[in-house]
C-alpha cells in the first residue's frame, strides 16, 4: 500500500456546519453540569474529529471515553493537585516563622518534583492518545512507564537554560526525540532524530529581540532627554513627558507583536524539523505549514474567540485539528499484510496528570 500522493496521505472530509451542532451541544451541556461534562465532550469532539480524518482512504477511530478522562482527572487532583497545594501551604508557614532555609529547601523540592511529574505526563498524554488512536484496527502506544522520560525532563530542562538560554533549542528537540522514539503503532516503531542546529538562527532572533528592543528603547529616552522633552508645569509629581509615554506603548506594542511573530517564525521551523525527521517503519513525514499559515491560525483563533465574546472558543480545537491535517504529508510504504496489533499495555486512565503515575497498573 502506498502513500506517495501528497493529497491522498491525509484528508479531513468534514467541515465547520457539520461540527458545529456537537460543538453547540458540548457548550450547553457543560453549562448545565457546571462543567463535568466537559470530559464526554472532549471525547465527543475527538471521535468527530477522528472519524472524519482519513490516512491512505481510511478513517481513523477514537476509542477513548469521558470517563478514562474523568478518572485521570480525579487521580491528578487526588494524588498530585491536594498535596501539592498542602506543601505550598506548608511552605509559606515556615518561611512565616523564619525558617527559611527549611523552606527554601522545600521551595527547591517542589519546583523539581513539579518538573519531574509534568515530564511524565506529557510523555503519558502521548501514550494514551495513540492506544485510543485505531487505522484500520490497529492501535499505537508504548510499553515504557515515562519514569525515565520524566528525569529527562528534569536535567534537559535545566540544561536547556544554562548558558543564558541558548540550549533550549536542543532540550526541545532531544525530548520529542526521546518521546517518539518509546512510540509505536501496531508492529513498527516510531524513528525521531531531529537535529537543533537548523532551529538555531530563528531561536537566536527570538532570543536577541528582547535586547535589541530594550537598548533601542532607552536611545530612545535618552535622546528625548537630550531633546529638551520636560513634564509640563503643574503636572503631578511623578508625571512623566508625553513623548515618554508613547515611547513606552510603542515599546510593549513592538515587543509583545514582534515576540510573538517571531516566536511563531520558530517555532514554524521547529515543527517542520521534528516531523521532517519522523519516520514509522518505512513511512516519512512532512509538516508543510510555514510562518505564515501558523501566523493565519493564530489571528483567526484570536478574532474568532474575541468577536463572538468567547463562544467561538469551542471551535479552536477544531480549527488546529484541520490545521494540522491539512498541512501533514507521508511518503513511502505500507505492507497492510504485515500489519498485526500492538502488544503495547494500554493505559487504564485518561490524561489527568497523575495518571503519569501509572496508578491503574497499581
Do not use: K
Not at 451541544?25 to 469532539?45: D, K, P, Q, S
Not at 533550549?168 to 509505536?184: K, T
Not at 521551523?269 to 517503519?281: I, S
Amino acid at each position: 500500500m502506498h502513500s506517495d500522493d501528497q493529497d491522498g496521505s491525509f484528508q479531513f472530509m468534514s467541515d465547520w456546519r457539520t461540527f458545529a451542532p456537537i460543538a453547540f451541544t458540548n457548550l450547553l451541556l457543560c453549562i448545565v453540569t457546571l462543567g463535568i461534562y466537559g470530559f464526554w465532550a472532549r471525547t465527543r469532539e475527538r471521535r468527530f474529529l477522528w472519524a472524519n480524518t482519513r490516512f491512505i482512504d481510511e478513517p481513523l477511530d477514537w476509542t477513548g471515553t469521558g470517563l478514562e478522562l474523568l478518572i485521570g482527572w480525579l487521580l491528578a487532583v487526588g494524588l498530585f493537585g491536594l498535596p501539592l497545594a498542602a506543601l505550598q501551604f506548608g511552605i509559606q508557614a515556615l518561611l512565616l516563622r523564619g525558617y527559611t532555609g527549611m523552606g527554601g529547601a522545600l521551595a527547591t523540592l517542589l519546583y523539581f518534583g513539579a518538573l519531574y511529574v509534568t515530564g511524565i505526563a506529557i510523555f503519558r498524554a502521548l501514550r494514551y492518545r495513540l492506544s485510543r488512536t485505531f487505522w484500520r484496527g490497529i492501535r499505537g502506544g508504548s510499553d515504557a512507564q515515562g519514569f525515565r522520560f520524566g528525569l529527562s525532563y528534569v536535567w534537559r530542562t535545566l540544561l536547556g537554560s544554562l548558558l543564558l538560554g541558548l540550549l533550549i533549542p536542543w532540550s526541545m528537540v532531544s525530548l520529542w526525540n526521546q518521546r517518539w522514539n518509546a512510540m509505536s503503532f501496531g508492529p513498527m516503531a516510531f524513528r525521531a532524530d531531529a537535529r537543533p542546529g537548523p532551529l538555531m538562527g530563528r531561536f537566536l532572533l527570538f532570543y536577541l529581540l528582547p535586547f535589541l528592543i530594550v537598548v533601542a528603547s532607552i536611545v530612545a529616552a535618552v535622546l528625548g532627554v537630550a531633546a529638551g522633552v520636560t513634564v509640563p508645569r503643574g503636572a503631578e509629581p511623578g508625571t512623566l513627558p508625553a513623548p515618554l509615554i508613547v515611547v513606552i506603548a510603542v515599546f510593549y506594542l513592538i515587543f509583545f507583536v514582534l515576540l510573538g511573530l517571531i516566536s511563531l517564525i520558530y517555532y514554524a521551523a521547529y515543527f517542520r524539523e521534528v516531523v521532517g525527521t519522523l519516520t514509522l517503519g518505512e513511512l516519512e513525514f512532512e509538516f508543510t505549514a510555514r510562518t505564515r499559515d501558523w501566523l493565519m491560525l493564530a489571528i483567526g483563533n484570536f478574532a474568532l474567540v474575541v468577536v463572538t465574546l468567547g463562544i467561538g472558543y469551542i471551535f479552536v480545537g477544531y480549527r488546529n485539528w484541520t490545521f494540522f491535517v491539512r498541512h501533514m504529508r507521508a511518503y513511502g510504504e505500507i505492507d497492510a499484510g504485515a500489519l498485526t496489533q500492538s502488544t503495547t499495555r494500554e493505559p487504564g486512565q485518561g490524561e489527568g496528570l497523575l495518571d503519569a503515575f501509572d496508578v491503574g497498573a497499581i
